[in-house]
C-alpha cells in the first residue's frame, strides 16, 4: 500500500508480523516501476515481515529534498520497535545515506556507492569508464558522500573485492569507522543475484536483527556457493585459468542439488568451452558426463549420442557449421541446435567432413574459395577435399589427445580468437587453433 506519493520518492508499506521493521531502499534502473515495485515487496508476504519499501521515479540516489517528509513519516511508524535498513547498489547508497536518520539497529547494504560527486571518483573513473551515475545528481555536487554522520551503528556491506569499481566504493566506506564487511566473490555489481532466495531472506533477516555478524557471514557465503548465477560466474571466470577444477565443478554430484542447476546447460557456448577442456586435456569420463548432462537438461535421452560420429568443437566453444546459401564453414555457439548444418568426421569415412542432407551424407571439397557438397566420397577424392590433419599432445600418465583440422588448398583452416570465427590460408594450425572431436547428438 502506497503511504507516500511524491514527485521523485515513493513509499509502500506492508504489514507483518515480525517483531522488528524493515526498511528497503530500491537499487536503480527500475525508476519507471517506483509506484509498482520495491525491493523484497515480492517475498514480503511469505516471510510475513512488516516492511517498508522506498522507490524513487528518477535515478537520483535518494538525494531529494521529499526525504525529510519520508524519514518522519517512515519514523513514525516504526517509533520504538527494532529497525532493518538495506538496500543495494543505488539502494545501498540510500540505506547507508539514511541509516542514523531512520534509527537503523542494522544495516545492510549490498554494492553501494561511497560518493556520487565526480571530482571525489577522478582516481577510479575516467572519460573512458562507461560508469555513469545519471543527469538527474551530477549538478549536486555537495553531501553527495556517505560519512561518518549518517551511519548509525551495526554496519555491514556486501560486496565482491574482484569488483573494481564496488571494492574502490567499499574500501572508502569502511574508512568511514567500525564498518564490517562480508565478500561475495564473483557476484559482480549483482550481489543479491548471487544470494537470493526467499529462505536465504529469512535466514539474513534473522541474523541481522540479532546483530549476528558471523552467523549472517556464514548464511551469505552458504547461499553464494551453492546459487546457480555464482557457480555460473566462477566457471566462466575460471575456465581458462582453471579449467579442471572448472570441470569438475559441474560434473560433481553436489551440483546436481544446486537449484536451477539446468540453468547452466543453456549457455551453450560456456558448455562448448567445458567440453573442449575436457577433451583437451583427455578428461574423457568428465567430457561425458558433461555431456549427458547437458542432453538432459533439453530433455534428450543419453542414448541419442552417436559415439562414431563426430561434430567439431573449436577452442572458443564453438560447433563447426556449413553454411549452404554462402557456401563457407562457420562457428557457432549453439552447440546443440545451431542454425546451419553440423559438420560430421567419422572413421568409417577417413574423417573427410561431411553434413547431413535429407538424411543423406554430403561430403564437403573446395573449389574456387566454396566449400562445396559431393554425395558420392569415392569421387571426392578427384576434387580438393578438406583433407584431415590430426595432431596431438601426450600427457603425463601417457594417454594422448587427438585435435583435427583441415587443409584447404591456400593452407590450414583455423579459428580465430576471441570471436572464434573460421580463417583459412595458415601455414600451420596450432594445438589451439584446432578442433576436439565430440560425440555426436544429431
Not at 521515479?57 to 517512515?74: Q, T
Not at 543419453?302 to 561434430?311: N, P, S, V, Y
Given at each position: 500500500?502506497i503511504?507516500?506519493n511524491?514527485?521523485?520518492?515513493?513509499v509502500?508499506?506492508?504489514?507483518?508480523?515480525?517483531k522488528y521493521?524493515?526498511?528497503?531502499?530500491?537499487?536503480?534502473?527500475?525508476?519507471?516501476?517506483?509506484?509498482?515495485?520495491?525491493f523484497?515487496c515480492?517475498?514480503?508476504?511469505?516471510?510475513k515481515?512488516?516492511l517498508i519499501?522506498?522507490?524513487?521515479?528518477?535515478g537520483g540516489?535518494?538525494?531529494?529534498?521529499?526525504?525529510d517528509?519520508v524519514i518522519?513519516?517512515?519514523n513514525s511508524?516504526?517509533?520504538?520497535?527494532?529497525?532493518i535498513?538495506?538496500?543495494t547498489s543505488?539502494?545501498?547508497?540510500?540505506?547507508l545515506?539514511y541509516?542514523?536518520?531512520?534509527?537503523?539497529?542494522?544495516t545492510?547494504?549490498?554494492?553501494p556507492q561511497?560518493?556520487?560527486n565526480?571530482?571525489d571518483?577522478?582516481?577510479?573513473?575516467n572519460?573512458?569508464?562507461?560508469?555513469k551515475f545519471?543527469e538527474n545528481i551530477?549538478?549536486k555536487n555537495?553531501?553527495m558522500?556517505?560519512?561518518q554522520?549518517?551511519l548509525?551503528e551495526?554496519?555491514?556491506?556486501?560486496?565482491?573485492?574482484?569488483d573494481k569499481?564496488d571494492?574502490?566504493?567499499a574500501?572508502?566506506?569502511?574508512?568511514?569507522g567500525?564498518?564490517?564487511?562480508?565478500?561475495?566473490?564473483?557476484?559482480?555489481?549483482?550481489?543479491?543475484?548471487?544470494?537470493s532466495?526467499s529462505?536465504t531472506?529469512?535466514?539474513?533477516?534473522?541474523c541481522a536483527?540479532n546483530n549476528?555478524?558471523?552467523?549472517?557471514?556464514w548464511?551469505?557465503?552458504?547461499?553464494?556457493?551453492h546459487h546457480i548465477?555464482?557457480?555460473f560466474?566462477?566457471?566462466?571466470?575460471?575456465?581458462e585459468?582453471?579449467?579442471?577444477l572448472?570441470?569438475?565443478?559441474?560434473t560433481s554430484?553436489?551440483?546436481?542439488s544446486?537449484r536451477?542447476?539446468?540453468?547452466?546447460f543453456?549457455n551453450q557456448?560456456?558448455?562448448?568451452?567445458l567440453l573442449?577442456?575436457?577433451?583437451?586435456?583427455?578428461l574423457?569420463?568428465?567430457?561425458?558426463?558433461?555431456l549427458i548432462?547437458?542432453?538432459?537438461?533439453y530433455g534428450?535421452?543419453?542414448e541419442k549420442?552417436?559415439k562414431?560420429?563426430?561434430i567439431l568443437i573449436?577452442?572458443?566453444?564453438k560447433i563447426i557449421?556449413?553454411?549452404?546459401?554462402n557456401?563457407?564453414?562457420?562457428?557457432e555457439?549453439?552447440?546443440?541446435?545451431?542454425?546451419n548444418?553440423?559438420v560430421?568426421?567419422?572413421?568409417?569415412?577417413?574423417f573427410?567432413?561431411?553434413?547431413?542432407?535429407?538424411?543423406?551424407?554430403?561430403?564437403?571439397?573446395?573449389?574456387d574459395?566454396?566449400?562445396?557438397?559431393?554425395?558420392?566420397i569415392?569421387?571426392?577424392?578427384?576434387?580438393d577435399?578438406?583433407?584431415s590433419?590430426?595432431?596431438?599432445?601426450i600427457?603425463?600418465?601417457?594417454?594422448?589427445?587427438?585435435?583435427?583440422?583441415?587443409?584447404?588448398?591456400?593452407g590450414?583452416?583455423?579459428?580465430?580468437r576471441p570471436?572464434?570465427?573460421?580463417?583459412y590460408?595458415?601455414?600451420?594450425?596450432?594445438l589451439w587453433?584446432?578442433?576436439?572431436?565430440?560425440?555426436?547428438l544429431?
Amino acid at each position: 500500500m502506497i503511504i507516500y506519493n511524491g514527485k521523485e520518492i515513493v513509499v509502500n508499506f506492508l504489514r507483518g508480523e515480525s517483531k522488528y521493521f524493515v526498511v528497503t531502499f530500491m537499487c536503480g534502473g527500475r525508476t519507471e516501476f517506483a509506484e509498482n515495485e520495491f525491493f523484497m515487496c515480492q517475498i514480503q508476504e511469505k516471510l510475513k515481515i512488516n516492511l517498508i519499501g522506498v522507490s524513487t521515479k528518477i535515478g537520483g540516489w535518494y538525494l531529494s529534498n521529499e526525504m525529510d517528509v519520508v524519514i518522519d513519516l517512515i519514523n513514525s511508524i516504526t517509533r520504538n520497535k527494532k529497525v532493518i535498513v538495506c538496500g543495494t547498489s543505488m539502494g545501498g547508497y540510500g540505506s547507508l545515506k539514511y541509516s542514523r536518520r531512520l534509527n537503523s539497529y542494522f544495516t545492510l547494504a549490498c554494492a553501494p556507492q561511497w560518493s556520487l560527486n565526480p571530482n571525489d571518483l577522478k582516481d577510479i573513473y575516467n572519460d573512458k569508464d562507461k560508469y555513469k551515475f545519471g543527469e538527474n545528481i551530477l549538478f549536486k555536487n555537495e553531501n553527495m558522500k556517505i560519512k561518518q554522520e549518517d551511519l548509525n551503528e551495526n554496519v555491514v556491506i556486501l560486496y565482491d573485492p574482484y569488483d573494481k569499481y564496488d571494492s574502490y566504493h567499499a574500501q572508502k566506506i569502511l574508512s568511514q569507522g567500525n564498518i564490517r564487511e562480508i565478500y561475495t566473490y564473483y557476484s559482480g555489481h549483482g550481489v543479491m543475484d548471487s544470494i537470493s532466495g526467499s529462505e536465504t531472506m529469512k535466514n539474513i533477516l534473522n541474523c541481522a536483527s540479532n546483530n549476528d555478524y558471523y552467523g549472517l557471514r556464514w548464511i551469505i557465503s552458504n547461499a553464494r556457493r551453492h546459487h546457480i548465477n555464482n557457480i555460473f560466474e566462477r566457471v566462466s571466470n575460471n575456465i581458462e585459468k582453471k579449467p579442471k577444477l572448472s570441470l569438475k565443478m559441474i560434473t560433481s554430484r553436489s551440483f546436481s542439488s544446486v537449484r536451477n542447476n539446468k540453468k547452466f546447460f543453456y549457455n551453450q557456448s560456456l558448455v562448448g568451452r567445458l567440453l573442449y577442456k575436457a577433451y583437451f586435456y583427455n578428461l574423457k569420463q568428465d567430457a561425458e558426463k558433461l555431456l549427458i548432462k547437458s542432453i538432459n537438461a533439453y530433455g534428450v535421452d543419453k542414448e541419442k549420442i552417436k559415439k562414431k560420429d563426430f561434430i567439431l568443437i573449436s577452442s572458443c566453444g564453438k560447433i563447426i557449421t556449413y553454411d549452404i546459401k554462402n557456401k563457407s564453414l562457420t562457428a557457432e555457439e549453439d552447440i546443440f541446435f545451431p542454425k546451419n548444418y553440423p559438420v560430421f568426421c567419422s572413421h568409417q569415412y577417413n574423417f573427410v567432413p561431411y553434413i547431413r542432407l535429407f538424411r543423406r551424407k554430403m561430403f564437403l571439397f573446395e573449389s574456387d574459395g566454396y566449400i562445396h557438397m559431393e554425395r558420392n566420397i569415392d569421387g571426392i577424392y578427384n576434387k580438393d577435399y578438406l583433407k584431415s590433419f590430426f595432431s596431438n599432445q601426450i600427457d603425463s600418465c601417457g594417454s594422448s589427445t587427438f585435435f583435427l583440422n583441415f587443409k584447404v588448398k591456400s593452407g590450414f583452416m583455423t579459428v580465430n580468437r576471441p570471436y572464434g570465427e573460421i580463417l583459412y590460408g595458415a601455414q600451420n594450425a596450432q594445438l589451439w587453433e584446432s578442433f576436439v572431436l565430440v560425440p555426436s547428438l544429431f
